[in-house]
């Protein structure tokens, strides 16, 4: 046994240059953790990990996004209106999950977006992809990828009617981070908080305007709800 001293460092974060969200990380993603994204369709949790990537690509991170929801081509026209067309980011339209694996131990990167866990699938399993079978199946070996190659791993969820992150709960105990994204429709502000988090608080909160080229980080929040009173 050993006492809760401890003379280890504090793990290394990787600071993407969105504040608002490495904030809400703990200020910035940890080597090696896996982060689950939560949110209603089209509130715009794509718009932000490209974003994120984007903007980590452009201060030296080696950075992915697989999309299993869009087209590489659609990533490219997203990514240009927002600015980041210059960003040396990897793309991937793939939902296999074998050629992911592959895809990521070929080269090494540091951060890496799966969009979405829903559309992954295992041919070690025939159930459906955004089965329950499935969700836990991909999850699982890509956290598994995250802790045995030190990359960070982002994973977006889609939210359920009640609010939940569909697929098993048991997802969520797999991961290091649970952020959730939320926006009321008809309002342009998006909150990402944290409701999981082994490496920093859950008590910080990130806010964010969407706009015609992107979110746009909102940084004296109280300032902007006090406006709109």
């Given amino acids: 046994f050993e006492g809760l001293e401890s003379d280890t460092p504090a793990p290394p ?24 994204l939560g949110g209603d369709p089209g509130v715009g949790k794509s718009t932000l990990l490209l974003q994120v990537v984007g903007s980590a690509a452009l201060k030296g991170v080696r950075c992915a996004y697989i999309s299993g929801e869009e087209a590489v081509e659609q990533i490219r026209d997203r990514a240009g209106r927002m600015g980041l067309a210059r960003a040396p980011v990897k793309l991937a339209a793939e939902t296999a999950l074998r050629e992911v694996l592959d895809g990521l131990k070929r080269d090494q990167f540091d951060l890496v977006v799966i969009d979405s866990i829903q ?10 992809p955004g089965s329950v079978t499935q969700v836990r199946a991909c999850a699982t070996e890509l956290v598994r990828l995250a802790k045995k190659r030190q990359v960070a791993i982002v994973l977006v969820g889609h939210v359920t009617k009640d609010g939940q992150i569909a697929g ?8 290091d981070a649970v952020l959730a994204f939320e926006g009321e429709r008809g309002y342009p502000f998006r909150i990402l908080r944290g409701a999981k988090n082994r490496f920093g608080a859950t008590d910080e909160i ?17 300032a902007l709800f006090l406006a709109n009173r």
């Fill in 13 to 36: 974060r990787i600071a993407t240059g969105v504040a608002e969200f490495d904030r809400v990380c703990g200020g910035g993603v940890v080597p090696g953790s896996a982060v689950l």
């Fill in 119 to 128: 559309t992954m699938w295992s041919d070690a399993h025939e159930a459906g």
């Fill in 168 to 175: 098993p709960r048991v997802v969520e105990h797999l991961v």
């Fill in 206 to 222: 990130g806010v964010f305007e969407m706009g015609d080229v992107g979110l746009r980080e909102v940084k004296n929040p109280s």
